[in-house]
């Protein structure tokens, strides 16, 4: 890799890798080491092929998928990780958005790896579900399919998050239209 290629390269890692962290930390669970692991062995392959690649944050984000799918695909997966304790549940006064996300990514850890990553990039990436199926390399009913249960099982396991989706949405009146009286 020439000098100015370094450069750019160094650029992209410093101003982008925040972002792709957290994206890494979703698609593993919330295991920011894995996190870690699967965004630097990206970075890795970029740095390989920095001088070929158009949009290094697109190829970037086709690898830490692909490493992602490749990991849950393995014969023998790795191990949960067994804890004293479990963690503390956050109670009914959510301050901000903090205990929100603590909800959120102890639910997704809890999600199988291919029912995360299809929730990652459906909601996270805002991907549409032509693009998930092809990351995935599977149909767009299965992407379909596997995020309603997802979805499903991710309400299960976190109620408190029910009250965020679209559903919720529908059953809560609106407060910015009055009522209209039907008269006979």
Same mark, same amino acid.
């Given at each position: 890799?020439?000098?100015?290629? +370094?450069?750019?390269?160094?650029?992209?890692?410093?101003?982008?890798?925040?972002?792709?962290?957290?994206?890494?930390?979703?698609?593993?669970? =919330?295991?920011?080491?894995?996190?870690?692991?699967?965004? +630097?062995?990206?970075?890795?392959?970029?740095?390989? #092929?920095?001088?070929?690649?158009?949009?290094?944050?697109?190829?970037?984000? +086709?690898?830490?998928?692909? +490493?992602?799918?490749? #990991?849950?695909?393995?014969?023998?997966?790795?191990?949960?990780?067994?804890?004293?304790?479990?963690?503390?549940?956050?109670?009914?006064?959510?301050? =901000?958005?903090?205990?929100?996300?603590?909800?959120?990514?102890?639910?997704?850890?809890r999600l199988t790896p291919r029912q995360r990553t299809v929730?990652?990039?459906?909601?996270?990436?805002?991907?549409?579900?032509?693009?998930?199926?092809?990351?995935?390399?599977?149909?767009?009913?299965?992407?379909?399919?596997?995020?309603?249960?997802?979805?499903?099982?991710?309400? !299960?396991?976190?109620?408190?998050?029910?009250?965020?989706?679209?559903?919720?949405?529908? !059953?809560?009146?609106? #407060?910015?239209?009055?009522?209209?009286?039907? #008269?006979?």
């Amino acid at each position: 890799m020439d000098a100015e290629s +370094q450069k750019r390269f160094r650029e992209f890692v410093e101003g982008r890798s925040a972002a792709l962290l957290r994206t890494a930390v979703l698609l593993t669970g =919330g295991d920011r080491h894995a996190a870690e692991d699967l965004l +630097q062995n990206a970075l890795v392959k970029a740095a390989g #092929r920095w001088s070929r690649i158009e949009d290094p944050e697109a190829y970037v984000r +086709q690898v830490l998928y692909r +490493q992602q799918i490749g #990991r849950w695909r393995l014969k023998w997966p790795r191990r949960e990780v067994a804890v004293a304790e479990p963690p503390e549940r956050p109670g009914a006064d959510t301050a =901000g958005g903090a205990d929100l996300r603590v909800v959120m990514r102890a639910a997704l850890a809890r999600l199988t790896p291919r029912q995360r990553t299809v929730l990652v990039l459906r909601y996270f990436e805002d991907l549409p579900e032509a693009d998930v199926a092809g990351i995935l390399g599977c149909t767009v009913g299965t992407v379909r399919s596997t995020t309603h249960r997802s979805l499903a099982r991710l309400r !299960a396991l976190a109620p408190e998050l029910a009250d965020l989706g679209p559903a919720a949405a529908e !059953a809560a009146p609106s #407060r910015d239209i009055p009522p209209v009286e039907v #008269r006979p």
